[in-house]
């Protein structure tokens, strides 16, 4: 392929045009994004924006409670979106937030998109760091810049992800605001373009980073390909009755290897 | 061989966690949730500065301090509760005399005529002209001009933030009666949909509350109907007051009917948090979004797919094939009689007791798949019943209605006082919900027992109502 015409495909400015809202035509896609967030984020609004969908928003906590699905095209490359229901924590039982949950660790999307509220940032992060733990490719959309600056509240993005290792671009998606660079990291991570860093949650508590430290890497040794064995130690501390099923089924294992499957066979 | 291995590796992989499990202690997760917290504190100084004086957010809780007050909110509630069906009630009289015209009074005879004109025999022109095209006429007709304005209406209130304060107000109030505090915003959806309410449910954590909240769904009255109730208020309750005060007065009567299902779903709650299903009330918080100027165009787009287009769809779709049940009930006859007659005659002085009449009952029987043909069902079986000349086009035909003084005389003339339009309403809002909702609670639930449990306790409590109303009208000599 031409250098030129990639440099041209890798502007931002130019990229909108590429976007092509695909609804829920998902026959053959590249890439899998999962959208995850907080309740009343703009979490439908930013589905509906990259899809062309209209799936009904309303100012409202708790709208999805089930898989929403859509598809967009973006640089000639097909992503699936798969709306997930908003939830404050993944650490829970409710249904809701173990379909967001196993989605995100079985379903192994290629990105998670993190929706997150610019006036609410401090408590947003609960649940964007627990996701950090499951998965690596993530993208922020820091959501509600409109409201934020009406309420005079500063978010500095660079810093933010600076310390947590993965792109944040602020948006306002109900004015479409931002999406053209929020298009432009989520094609970026997928592809693998960017590498994100992600952080990873500190404990003051010796023995339980020692446990971990410990479970994970026998976790590691019979999973080889798992990218999330932090995590993984961490439920089996819980006593996590899905994730001990799924270790003994050999779920987890499993699951790696039909991905790194479908890569080699692309 | 090599299987053997690595199964007996995942077990040493479980046995360590457990035994590291036991080593940290049980209150793992909270230090974990602790952990959690402090890390994202201390990011969340790092790169988010928050202005010196909060005036920014002095509208909004301002404005929540009425919304959610003690003392106004509920009336507040009410009084907007009023203001959208007094404009619904309002509104939705001439355009549905219109739609009448055009789809019965004149595209009606066209089809019969054109029917007559390729010589279609007499029972297939009565089952596809008579029973299913008048069937859809007719909801297209009564459903479409309310929903029209019902749903952007409640689609602007749901959109600048109203609905999660009704949810507050109502909080405590579930919270008493040992149910989820948000069971109040699962209520407020079934306002729409209650199989959509019932899906709702999933953001419920606990199993037990989870339940409470699918059976009471029920009891909050869904689009289906919202017509039905605002019909009859208009044509019974109105028309007992002077004509200044008929439109107030009906609305008023349906807020009443909505407020009295929510004090039923409370009253349900408490009981089977004391007996089926004992427990006491786990805790939440609820956040309040910020207020937002609706987006009026796209409100009214979205209304208009997502649930205009949607509940008239589904409706036509089981008007269609209850018109022809509705037809061939009237039309097959046995001695001389028709099967629909036979049923009326048989469980009338059953329905008598209840202050309802065996007309009522038979539409409700017909109308299980979709509550929104109850209304075009009870006319045409009425008419048919009484033989009434002139008005459609003879038996098992769904009729024009001009306006709402039609009904009211064909509904009197088959006997119907003031008694039976409020038993209607009640028995309305208390009695099975729609196919629909009964599946999806089944599907929710994966038990038999409870989808029973909620399809029979609102009929068993409808009919108990309606007995001691009844009874207590005709004691008090009306």
Redesign the interface.
């Known amino acids: 392929m031409n250098s030129k015409l990639d440099n041209c495909a890798n502007c931002p400015a130019h990229n909108l045009s590429n976007l092509k809202k695909l609804g829920i035509d998902m026959s053959s896609f590249d890439y899998v994004v999962a959208l995850a967030g907080n309740?009343?984020t703009g979490k439908s609004t930013v589905f509906n924006y990259l899809t062309g969908l209209?799936q009904?928003?309303?100012?409202?906590?708790?709208k999805t409670?089930?898989r929403a699905e859509g598809g967009f095209e973006y640089n000639g490359k097909k992503f699936k979106l798969v709306d997930l229901?908003g939830t404050y924590s993944l650490?829970?039982?409710?249904?809701?937030?173990e379909v967001a949950r196993d989605f995100i660790l079985f379903g192994q999307p290629d990105v998670t998109l993190i929706v997150i509220d610019a006036?609410r940032?401090?408590?947003n992060?609960?649940l964007?760091?627990?996701i950090l733990e499951i998965t690596d490719r993530v993208v922020i959309c820091l959501n509600l810049m409109d409201?934020a600056r009406?309420?005079?509240?500063?978010?500095?993005?660079r810093?933010?992800s600076k310390?947590?290792g993965v792109p944040v671009v602020p948006t306002s998606a109900?004015q479409g605001e931002g999406m053209n660079e929020l298009l432009k990291y989520i094609y970026d991570v997928a592809t693998g373009a960017y590498i994100c860093k992600p952080?990873r949650?500190?404990?003051?508590?010796k023995?339980?980073n020692e446990?971990i430290e410990?479970?994970s890497k026998?976790?590691q040794?019979?999973f080889p390909d798992l990218p999330n064995t932090r995590w993984v130690?961490?439920r089996?501390?819980?006593?996590d009755q899905t994730i001990?099923d799924a270790?003994?089924s050999?779920e987890l294992g499993n699951l790696q290897r039909q991905e790194v499957l479908q890569i080699e066979e692309s | 061989m090599n299987t053997t291995i690595t199964a007996n590796k995942k077990e040493i992989i479980i046995a360590e966690a457990n035994k590291l499990r036991w080593e940290l202690g049980e209150n793992l997760h909270d230090i974990l949730m602790e952990n959690i917290y402090e890390n994202a504190t201390e990011i969340a100084k790092k790169t988010v500065k928050y202005p010196d004086t909060k005036i920014a957010f002095s509208f909004d809780r301002q404005l929540d301090k009425i919304l959610t007050s003690k003392y106004f909110g509920f009336p507040i509630m009410f009084l907007m509760l009023g203001i959208v069906f007094w404009l619904t009630i309002q509104g939705a009289n001439y355009p549905s005399s219109l739609l009448a015209n055009l789809l019965v009074d004149t595209i009606h005879p066209l089809l019969k005529n054109f029917a007559g004109s390729i010589n279609l025999p007499w029972w297939l022109t009565g089952v596809l002209i008579d029973g299913a095209y008048l069937a859809m006429a007719w909801v297209v007709s009564v459903m479409l001009p309310p929903m029209a304005i019902f749903f952007p209406l409640y689609t602007l209130l749901e959109d600048f933030g109203y609905l999660p304060r009704v949810a507050f107000n109502m909080d405590p109030l579930y919270k008493k009666v040992g149910a989820h505090g948000r069971q109040a915003l699962t209520m407020a959806m079934g306002f729409g949909c209650n199989a959509a309410g019932v899906i709702a449910t999933r953001v419920i954590d606990s199993p037990r509350e989870r339940l409470i909240a699918i059976i009471t769904n029920n009891f909050s009255l869904c689009n289906g109907r919202w017509p039905t109730q605002i019909l009859i208020a208009t044509v019974f309750i109105g028309s007992a007051v002077p004509a200044y005060l008929a439109g107030i007065v009906s609305a008023a009567a349906v807020v009443f009917i909505a407020v009295l299902g929510i004090t039923f779903s409370l009253l349900v709650s408490w009981f089977l948090s004391r007996t089926l299903l004992k427990g006491e009330a786990s805790a939440f918080s609820l956040e309040l979004p910020p207020y937002r100027p609706p987006r009026i165009l796209q409100t009214l787009y979205t209304s208009l797919i997502d649930r205009t287009i949607f509940v008239l769809w589904r409706a036509i779709v089981f008007a269609i094939p209850a018109g022809m049940v509705i037809w061939l009930v009237a039309n097959i006859t046995i001695d001389g009689v028709s099967v629909a007659n036979h049923f009326i005659q048989w469980v009338n002085p059953v329905a008598f007791i209840f202050g309802l009449n065996g007309v009522i009952l038979l539409a409700y029987i017909i109308a299980i798949p979709a509550n929104e043909i109850v209304i075009p069902t009870i006319l045409m079986l009425t008419v048919a019943n009484l033989g009434i000349q002139g008005v459609g086009a003879g038996s098992g035909v769904m009729f024009e209605l001009e306006s709402a003084n039609d009904v009211a005389a064909i509904l009197q003339a088959g006997g119907w006082t003031l008694l039976t339009g409020i038993n209607l309403m009640l028995f309305s809002l208390l009695h099975n919900p729609c196919s629909t909702t009964i599946y999806t609670i089944y599907k929710e639930t994966k038990s038999v027992k409870w989808t029973l449990v909620s399809t029979f306790l609102p009929i068993l409590m409808g009919l108990t109502v309606t007995f001691f109303v009844t009874q207590i009208w005709r004691l008090l000599g009306n």
């Not at chain 1, 009406?150 to 993005?157: L, Q, T």
Request: without cysteine.
């Open positions: 309740p009343n209209k009904h928003t309303g100012n409202w906590p708790g409670v089930t229901p650490l829970s039982t409710s249904v809701d937030e006036t940032v401090e408590r992060l609960n964007v760091l627990q409201e009406r309420n005079g509240i500063e978010v500095d993005a810093t933010l310390e947590l109900r952080y949650i500190k404990s003051k508590s023995e339980l446990a410990r479970l026998e976790i040794e019979e130690a961490l089996l501390l819980e006593g001990i270790i003994r050999g």
